[in-house]
Nanobody, 113 residues
Framework: QVQLQESGPGLVKPSQTLSLTCTVS??????????WGWVRQCPGKGLEWMAA???????FYNPSLKSRTSISRDILKNQYSLYLSYVTPENTAMYYC?????WGQGTQVTVSP
């Protein structure tokens, strides 16, 4: 069974870059036809898809976030990471990593001075 586990700083100051990592176990991020992504849920709002990276390394971004978002991977560690630059308090949310069938438990990120 594939398991995903998010890790992040918890608290970020405005204008900083948020860095989140998803550690995958029980499966490979290079498994053929797999894709791995990030979504977030801001307080009182629905899920917002942010970015994804496919097994061969191609990546995809939410157009509304593309200018501030980057997704990358570490194959040796079986991890992939999301970077969101110039964060604001509006970026306070629960961030989740996921694939087609599995989700992490989420990590809370608060943006505050």
């Amino acid at each position: 069974q594939v398991q995903l586990q998010e890790s992040g700083p918890g608290l970020v100051k405005p204008s900083q870059t948020l860095s989140l990592t998803c550690t995958v176990s029980g499966g490979s991020i290079t498994a053929r036809n797999s894709a791995w992504g990030w979504v977030r849920q801001c307080p009182g709002k629905g899920l917002e898809w942010m970015a994804a990276i496919r097994y061969e390394g191609s990546n995809f971004y939410n157009p509304s976030l593309k200018s501030r978002t980057s997704i990358s991977r570490d194959i040796l560690k079986n991890q992939y990471s999301l970077y969101l630059s110039y964060v604001t308090p509006e970026n306070t949310a629960m961030y989740y990593c996921f694939n087609a069938e599995d989700w992490g438990q989420g990590t809370q990120v608060t943006v505050s001075p």
